[in-house]
Every structure is written in C-alpha cells, then in structure tokens.
C-alpha cells in the first residue's frame, strides 16, 4: 500500500528493501492481527490519504483558530463519509485514527458514549445513545477540575437533589470546582457526562455521573447559568491544540433527576439514595476502558517514529573511508543501532501486549455482565499498569527518534516534533503515570499479602505463586546463547519483579503503620510496579511467539525483536537485576554481548520491519520517513512551504530592519 502511496517514483531504499530476510506481508499480518485487519486499514488509509479535505501537510503553520475550523471540517467531512459510504463501526474508527488530528470526536466516541454504556441505566442508554450514535448531540467526559484531576473523590462539583422539583442543582462552589481540561468542551460539545459529589437528604454521597445539556441545540450558545470556555494554547505547533479543552462554571444549574447515570446507585423521587450491587468502582470503568486503548495508541506513536528514524538512518550518510569511499549510513553505527533497535523491538512489544489487554478487558467485560467482579482488580491494575509503561517509554522513544535524526529531526516538517508533542500528554491523561503506577504497587503488595497467607494468585500474578523458587533462584545463564532462551528470560524477569514486590512489602511492614511505610516507599514501589509490567510486556511477547505466526521468516524476526526488547531491558535496569541477585555481573555482560549480535542480524531487515507498519506517507506525515526515501527533496520542498517564504523580503523589513540598517550603515561612515 504505501508502494501506491509513493506513486512509482526512485525508491532509494530499494537496495534496504532487498536485504530483508523475510515476507514483508506475512510481518504485516502479525502486527495487525489479522488478514482482515490489514485489508480494513490499507483501505481506510487509502480513503484518508487521496482525499483532499484530509491534507495536513501545512498543519502545524496554521493559526490555533485556523487549525480549530479545520479539525472542525475534517470532523464533518469524515462523518459525511462515514455516512455516505456505510462505514461500520470498525471501518469508521479506522477513518478518524487515519485523519490523525485530535478533535472532539475523540472525546464523543471514546469517553461520553462508553461512559453511558457502562453507567447508564437500558433506560437511559436507549435515549441518549440513539442521539449520539446519529451525532444529533456531541457529548464529552467532564471530570477533571481546576483544583483537581488525580484525586477524583477531592472533586468538588456539587449535584444536590431538590425533591420539591425532582431535579439535581448542578453548582461549582468554589474557583477550583471550575471543570478544566475536557476535550470538546471549551467551544463544540453540546452535551457532557459531568463528575459532581452527589447530595441529597443533607449528606454527602461522593462522585457520580451526570448528564448534561450544555450548549443550545439550535444556535450553540451556552444554556443558562454555564460559563464555558477554551483553557488556552498547549505545547507544540499543531499537535493537540486541535483540540478545545474547556473550562467551565456552573452556577445552580437545574437538571431532571432521571440525568443522574443510575447503573451504580440511584436517588429516589423521595430523595433516598440507593446503591446497586455492583461495585463502586465501576464509576471508574469508562476510564479503564481508555487506558486500554492507550496502549495500542502508544504502539502505533511510537512505531511512527520508529519508521521515520530507520527510513532515515538508512538514507543519511555521514563520514566515510580515508581513502574517498562511499560514506556511511548513520543507521550502520552501532551506537545508533544501540539507542534505535530497542525502540523497534518496544513498537512490536507494545503492539502485541496491546491486543492482549483488549482480550483482558473483553472478558473482564463479559464477566461483569453476568456479575462476575472478581477479575476487576486484575484489570485495573494491567490497564493502569500498561498505560503508564507504554506511554512513558513511547514519550521517551519520540524524543530520543529526533536526536537520532540530527538536525532535520528538529525540523516540523520531520513529523517528529508534533508527533512528540501530540502523545506526551498521554503521559498524564487519564491518570498520571506516576499516580497510576502507584496504584498497581497497591494491587502488587496485596497480592504479596496474599501470598503469604497461602493463596494461590492467578492471572498476571500466578508467577508469585512460585515464591519458594523465584526468591531464592540463580540464572542459568552461563553463555551467550543461553540467552536466547525464552525460559531463562522469563525466569530472571520474574524473579526481579517479586523480589522487588516483596522487599517493598518487608519495609512498609516495618514502618509505623501502612499507611506511612506506602508513602516512604513510594519511589521503590514504583519501580516495583514497572518490574512487574515490565514482566507482563516480555511474557505476552514470549507467549505471542508460540501462536501460528505464517510468513517466510516471521517468527524468526519476532524472536529477535522480542531477544532485544528484553536483554535491552536487562541492560538499562541491570541494577535491579544485580541488587536483586537475579543475575551476576557476568552474565549481565553476556546479555550485553548477546544484545550487539542481535542488532547486527536485525540490521538488514530494519527497513523492511518498519515497512511492516503498513503507513501511508499520508499519515507518517515526514520528509524524513518517506517510503521512497526521497528525502532531501521532500524537505527542500517543504521549506518553501512556509508562510515566511511567501515574499522574498520579510513583513517589518520596511518597519524594523531597514531603519536599523541604514542607520548602522549612516554611523559606520561617520
Ligand atoms: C501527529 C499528530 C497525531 C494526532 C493524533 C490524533 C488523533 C489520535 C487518534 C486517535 C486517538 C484515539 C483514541 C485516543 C484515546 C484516548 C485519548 C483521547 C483523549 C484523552 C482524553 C483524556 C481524558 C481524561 O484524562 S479523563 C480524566 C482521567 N482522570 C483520571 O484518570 C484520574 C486518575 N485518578 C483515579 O483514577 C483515581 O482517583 C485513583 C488514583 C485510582 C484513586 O482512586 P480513589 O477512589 O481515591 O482510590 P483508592 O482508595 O486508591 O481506590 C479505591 C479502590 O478502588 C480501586 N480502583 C481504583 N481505580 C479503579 C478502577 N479504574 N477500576 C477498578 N478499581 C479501581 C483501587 O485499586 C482500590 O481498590 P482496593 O480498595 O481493593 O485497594
Ligand atoms: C491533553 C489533556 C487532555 C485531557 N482531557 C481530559 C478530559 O477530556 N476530561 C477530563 O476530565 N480530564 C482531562 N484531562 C485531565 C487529566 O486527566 C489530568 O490532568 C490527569 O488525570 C492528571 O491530573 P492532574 O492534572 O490533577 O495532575 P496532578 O495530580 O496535580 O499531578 C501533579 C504531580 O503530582 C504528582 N502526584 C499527584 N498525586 C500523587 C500521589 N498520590 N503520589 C505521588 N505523586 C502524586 C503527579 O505524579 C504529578 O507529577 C486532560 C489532560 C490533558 C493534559
């Protein structure tokens, strides 16, 4: 597909392509998941990439209210498609990822509707999802406040139930109660799910949803009592400021008692609260929902910047034989190999623990729905887990793929640095990576508790079941072969996490209480939490590699790529590993020198495995990442596209510089 994209022009990458050690198609399929898969995407690209409305090759030059009405045509055009064309649900979604602007249909589809679907009653599913479904209303999630956003029982919105009208009086109190950041909010959604602490009969019953009206429906103005606005321009041209992330204050604004979302806990027309037999935590399930979304979100930014900087590390040359022979590739330095590999190996790892937390949260899912809770905590923990370890590390991998691309990385027209700006973010919506790692320590020292109690954990936790082995076991590592081994991975990695977990649970046992041992311990438990996610991502890899996988050589490039995703970790925690006694110092050095072996075999397949991406040009949106590697001419071109470039003598030459210069010229001459 991106052979059509590229149109038949030189592909000066050919020479790359011809090295490739496997079947390219085969590679596609494995990380799509499907023939299907592939089939579906390559044409939802393809829709996106030849149509004009869809151009955002001059995106980040835009002025914020010019960018602001093309998300908003981009929006309606999709949607025209979508309906002209009978795009399902899976083909639909496709579209808006391929349009790759953020916007408010994001928020409408990932959070309003899915928080009416878990919190709404059939009832009130029936009525407002059948609007939003045709877009008659546009909704977004309105949580976060000015005052506070992790700690969402410090909420201060207040919904108080009046009985003499059957309706709830929506207020912010106080500055801080200001609802701040909900994307869609500041100037396009009509409606909002809207977190307020629920009271009625004079007490104080915590968060819930609510629904609300926010905008009319006929001119858009704000309803009565709601002040609403943008919060202002954020990081990076382009990038997220597509998006109207709002603020808003809500001054006694009266809603019928039926707009309370009623799946978790109703109020009655007498003004009794009641609560359901599920468990509370559910209010936070739309939000579980996304963090597993992140996940892929994570994998597909990350994999575009692994692309551009291979695409380009094969193209850029620099230094050379003394005696004027070619120059090298940048991409043939093993010190560039060291610092791109792994990032290569992290897209694949992501991407296949990626679709193996969608299957979690499908069953937790079906579970639930027959009334089956005891998966949540698991699902919580892997959501939140995940979400914070990919996005951390994809952040990370964007910045470093710059610097990998020299100076032309810096450029916008690379792609990179709206791509960076666009996911960091990410790092902290939908909970703070921090916040939420500590809460998968939380789960981890329970589970350690557990443990010591007799019972036998499962799931993402079996492992610490084994606690007699894995506390005490050495690695049989003894060469540089033996880490090829999955098993001898597997095992070095959970015997660190557990280690880790329990000696974070032997300290906070020794402080004065629990409570303050969890605050002390809070860096370790942290890196407690990443060893143990860490463990999950090589796990789901390993287990990947004993599918089916079809394809010349496929499987063989997985098993290097998930060599390296793994003994690259060795590498940068090896600390944990050697405090731990998981391994010694030498075999840490083995695992080092097996690693270079394995960046030299990738080498000549690193084209064609980012290939394997299957991205238009379109949607990689780089001069540097092109398909045809056509690079120079690609950024030569775009320069000229800059509003700078558009008179040969700058506005404020007549103003500013001319003045200065004559009179420097005037006092030279005295
Ligand atoms: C180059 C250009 C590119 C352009 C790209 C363009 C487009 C992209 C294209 C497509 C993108 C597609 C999709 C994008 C998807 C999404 C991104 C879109 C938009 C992002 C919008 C962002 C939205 C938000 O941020 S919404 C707000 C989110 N807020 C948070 O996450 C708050 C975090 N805080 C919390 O979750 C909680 O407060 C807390 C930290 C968990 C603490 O909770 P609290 O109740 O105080 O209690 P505890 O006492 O700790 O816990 C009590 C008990 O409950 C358990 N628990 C907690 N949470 C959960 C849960 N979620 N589920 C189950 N159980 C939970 C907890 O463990 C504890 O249990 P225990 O008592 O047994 O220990
Ligand atoms: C681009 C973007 C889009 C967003 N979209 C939405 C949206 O649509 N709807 C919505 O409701 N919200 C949205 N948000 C808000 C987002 O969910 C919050 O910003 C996020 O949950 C973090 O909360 P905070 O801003 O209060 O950070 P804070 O909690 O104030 O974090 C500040 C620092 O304190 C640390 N910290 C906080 N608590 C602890 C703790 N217990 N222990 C240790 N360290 C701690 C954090 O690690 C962080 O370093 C969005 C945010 C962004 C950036």
């Not at 040009?617 to 092109?626: E, F, P």
């Amino acid at each position: 597909m991106a052979a059509a994209d590229w149109g038949g022009k030189a592909d000066h990458l050919a020479g790359e392509r011809a090295t490739a050690q496997f079947d390219v198609d085969g590679m596609k399929v494995a990380w799509a998941g499907s023939r299907h898969a592939v089939e579906v995407a390559d044409r939802m690209a393809c829709l996106v990439a030849s149509d004009p409305v869809f151009r955002k090759d001059t995106r980040t030059m835009l002025s914020r209210k010019e960018l602001f009405k093309d998300t908003l045509k981009k929006a309606a055009h999709a949607w025209k498609r979508t309906v002209e064309l009978h795009l399902t649900e899976e083909e639909a979604n496709l579209l808006r990822l391929y349009i790759d602007q953020p916007g408010y249909v994001d928020l409408h589809w990932v959070m309003f509707v899915p928080a009416i679907k878990g919190q709404g009653t059939e009832e009130q599913q029936k009525k407002w999802l059948t609007m939003a479904y045709k877009f008659q209303i546009i909704g977004t999630y309105a949580q976060t406040e000015l005052g506070h956003g992790s700690n969402v029982q410090g909420l201060e919105t207040t919904a108080t139930f009046d009985p003499s009208t059957d309706e709830f009086i929506m207020h912010s109190p106080t500055l801080t109660s200001s609802k701040w950041w909900p994307g869609g909010l500041g100037k396009t959604s009509t409606h909002a799910v809207v977190y307020a602490r629920l009271i009625t009969e004079g007490k104080d019953y915590g968060i819930h949803g609510f629904i609300m009206q926010l905008r009319s429906l006929d001119d858009h103005s704000p309803l009565p009592g709601i002040t609403i606005g943008d919060i202002g321009g954020k990081f990076g041209s382009g990038a997220y400021n597509s998006m109207d992330n709002g603020v808003m204050r809500l001054d006694h604004v009266r809603i019928p008692r039926d707009q309370m979302l009623m799946r978790l806990a109703q109020v009655t027309r007498e003004g009794k609260y009641v609560h359901s037999d599920v468990p509370k935590q559910l209010l936070y399930g739309t939000m579980v929902y996304v963090r597993q979304t992140i996940v892929a979100d994570a994998s597909r930014a990350l994999s575009r910047a692994v692309c551009i900087a291979v695409r380009y590390g094969a193209i850029r040359k620099q230094f050379g034989s003394k005696a004027g022979g070619p120059e090298t590739q940048v991409l043939n330095y093993k010190t560039q190999q060291s610092r791109l590999f792994p990032f290569l190996a992290s897209a694949y790892a992501f991407r296949f623990v990626g679709q193996w937390l969608k299957w979690l949260y499908t069953d937790v899912t079906q579970k639930l729905e027959s009334k089956d809770f005891s998966t949540l905590p698991e699902a919580h923990a892997c959501t939140a887990g995940l979400k914070s370890v990919t996005t951390s590390a994809t952040a990370d991998a964007i910045e470093e793929c710059q610097k990998l691309c020299g100076g032309h990385g810096y450029l916008n027209s690379s792609g990179l640095p709206e791509l960076f700006a666009v996911n960091l973010p990410a790092c902290t919506y939908e909970g703070d990576n921090v916040v939420l790692l500590l809460q998968v320590a939380r789960f981890l020292m329970k589970t350690v508790s557990q443990v010591a109690s007799g019972k036998q954990p499962v799931g993402t936790t079996a492992y610490m079941g084994n606690i007699q082995h894995l506390m005490q076991c050495k690695s049989v590592v003894n060469t540089v072969e033996d880490w090829l081994n999955p098993a001898a991975i597997k095992e070095v990695f959970e015997a660190r996490a557990l280690r880790m977990a329990v000696n974070c649970a032997q300290n906070i046992s020794k402080a004065p209480s629990q409570e303050e041992g969890f605050s002390e311990l809070s860096p370790d438990l942290v890196e407690a939490a990443v060893a143990h996610v860490q463990l999950i991502i090589v796990t789901k890899f390993i287990e990947k590699l004993q599918e089916d996988i079809l394809g010349h050589g496929v499987k063989e490039q997985l098993q290097k790529l998930c060599g390296i995703y793994a003994l690259h970790l060795i590498h940068k925690h090896l600390g944990d590993f050697l405090s731990t006694g998981c391994v010694t110092a030498r075999q840490g050095s083995l695992a080092n020198e097996r690693l270079g072996k394995l960046y030299a075999q990738v080498r000549p397949n690193a084209v064609a495995l980012v290939d394997a991406f299957d991205y238009t040009d379109h949607y990689l949106g780089s001069a540097l990442g092109r398909y045809d590697g056509d690079v120079y001419s690609a950024l030569y071109k775009e320069a000229w596209k800059d509003p700078l470039n558009e008179t040969v003598v700058p506005d404020g030459y007549q103003e500013h510089l001319r003045p200065l210069l004559k009179q420097q010229l005037k006092l030279s001459r005295l």
